[in-house]
């Protein structure tokens, strides 16, 4: 059985890119600290209190999903903006492809945007998610240039046998009729704070808990910005409470436009209907 690479927050964005291009995964360990752990801990926990479990295998029928984390969570931002995930979320996909623009050939790079955002508790009893790959939300093929990358945060421990996310290293690569089988899947053990980063074309799935306490977990996906966002943050996160993040957290959530001119408002950078006055 494979191992995953496990890097620290005093990695460089080279090294964690370095790994999801080879192994389509990465742990990095304590990626935020104890304050912003404690931080999402209050703003989320009560909130995910009152969820109530999914209906399917696939959401978990033990398992409650908290989203719109923007709206909820201004330490939100903390993990977005973790230099270790942003900046291997854009190395990975705003990578230029060539376009003729009249008689000159220019690179354009897609900017990157935030798809979707949920803390995922698995509890006691719980079944193992279906392994699949999250590139199905766009009909994409899993190989090529990722067009999604994705971030758990670790809110409590992550262990093989309480519902620790399962991988399949290198899944990314593979030819898309290949079958994931169990004994290739790695499951992403973790202390809080830690996080495990993937590709949205690898293979991996919510593990079974077969303990006796819950597993807690804060995701975020963020995509190439010329894809339509899993979670509508337009409606997910109201205005007012995207005024009150700093510019960069703005564009992340959709108000941005994506090279080389996708999501104009009035034929304007979007950005600016939240510079205009309040009613």
Known sequence: MALLTRLTSKSTVEDVSEVLDRDGVVVVEDLVEDPTLDGLWADLGPALDDVVYGDNIFSGQRTKRLCSLFARSRRT???????????????????????????????????????STQV???????????????DVAHLLRSTGHPSRVQLMLALDD?????????????????????????????????TPGSAVLWVGGLLHGGGANRTGEARTGLTIALTRAN?????????????????????????????????PFLGWYEHHDPRSVLEQPRV
Do not use: K
């Open 77 to 115: 931002a903390d993990v977005v903006l973790h230099p270790l995930f942003l900046g291997a979320a854009r190395r990975q996909i705003s990578r230029p492809s060539p376009e003729w623009f009249g008689t000159n050939l220019a690179g354009v790079a897609p900017s990157v945007q935030v798809s």
């Open 227 to 259: 894809l339509r966002q899993e979670e509508n943050q337009y409606l997910a996160v109201p205005p007012e409470i995207v005024r009150e993040y700093p510019e960069e957290v703005q564009r992340l959530l959709g108000y941005d436009l994506c090279p």
């Open 158 to 190: 992550f262990t093989a046998d309480n519902g620790a996310t399962v991988f399949w290293p290198g899944s990314h690569r593979w030819e898309p009729e290949r079958d994931p089988r169990p004994d290739e899947a790695v499951a992403a053990e973790m």
């Open 120 to 134: 995922i508790q698995i509890r006691p009893g719980e079944t193992a998610q279906p392994a699949h790959r999250d």
